[in-house]
């Protein structure tokens, strides 16, 4: 079955420090990545997405997110993080040919960026 | 320009009461989503609509039924609501070559 595994539910970094957001897929082909964030009481706002091309994806807020197809992995990065950073951080999936831009979604992983 | 709005916030509904989520969208997208966010779990798609006038079924359709009369509008009903369905529910949006969702707000439904 298709799957987005998001390993850790929760994530602490002090400020200033590197941050990252695991996930890994199971889909096979060549699917489409995202990661969103969820700023409490609101919607998802995408962040950054993956299509083709270079591995190393640079998108909104500093946020950066690297491909690694053999380890069917879409890991959320940035150098230094920033308490308004903390939310939730939720990376999908658009398999090959899955429908018209139908996405699957993991369970979401809260980061708490600390003063 | 407001992109997706969603309507009602939030709401407390006894359970057996018909709800209509409402949606609607600017953007003059061709494709809409409706998904419900529960912990733990991510966010599960409910139906989906490829363009005006056709539907589809998503992980979770029981319980639910959409229509989409028109490009800008797809709401979600609850004929008969149920506790199980208390969650908070995101309208969704997607051009085809942009390749990603842009999200309404959310409505909060509590069933009780």
């Known amino acids: 079955a298709q799957s987005v595994a998001q390993p850790e539910d929760q994530v602490n970094v002090a400020e200033g420090n590197p941050l990252t957001v695991k996930c890994t897929y199971s889909?096979?082909?060549?699917?489409?990545l995202f990661w969103y964030v969820q700023y409490p009481n609101r919607g998802l706002q995408f962040l950054l997405k993956?299509?083709?091309?270079?591995?190393l994806v640079k998108g909104s807020y500093g946020f950066e997110a690297e491909f690694n197809k053999s380890q069917t992995s879409f890991h959320l990065k940035k150098p230094s993080a920033l308490v308004s950073d903390s939310a939730l951080y939720f990376c999908?999936?658009?398999?090959?040919?899955?429908?018209?831009?139908?996405?699957?979604f993991g369970a979401g992983t809260r980061l708490a960026v600390h003063p | 320009i407001a992109g997706i709005t969603q309507a009602p916030t939030s709401q407390i509904l006894a359970a057996g009461r018909r709800m209509t989520l409402r949606c609607t969208q600017d953007?003059?997208?061709?494709?809409m989503y409706w998904y419900r966010q529960d912990l733990g779990l991510g966010l599960r798609l409910i139906h989906y609509?490829?363009?005006?006038?056709?539907?589809g079924k998503g992980e979770v359709p029981d319980g639910y039924s959409v229509s989409r009369a028109n490009t800008d509008d797809f709401p979600l009903t609850l004929a008969s609501a149920v506790p199980s369905q208390t969650s908070v529910y995101f309208c969704?949006?997607?051009?085809?070559?942009?390749?990603?969702?842009?999200f309404g707000p959310g409505t909060r439904l509590t069933v009780l």
């Open positions: 969704a949006s997607s051009d085809e070559l942009a390749g990603m969702q842009f």
């Open positions: 889909v096979s082909g060549n699917p489409y």
């Open positions: 993956y299509i083709t091309g270079d591995n």
């Open positions: 999908a999936v658009r398999p090959p040919g899955g429908g018209y831009n139908k996405l699957i």
């Open positions: 953007m003059r997208h061709n494709a």
């Open positions: 609509s490829n363009t005006a006038g056709t539907t």
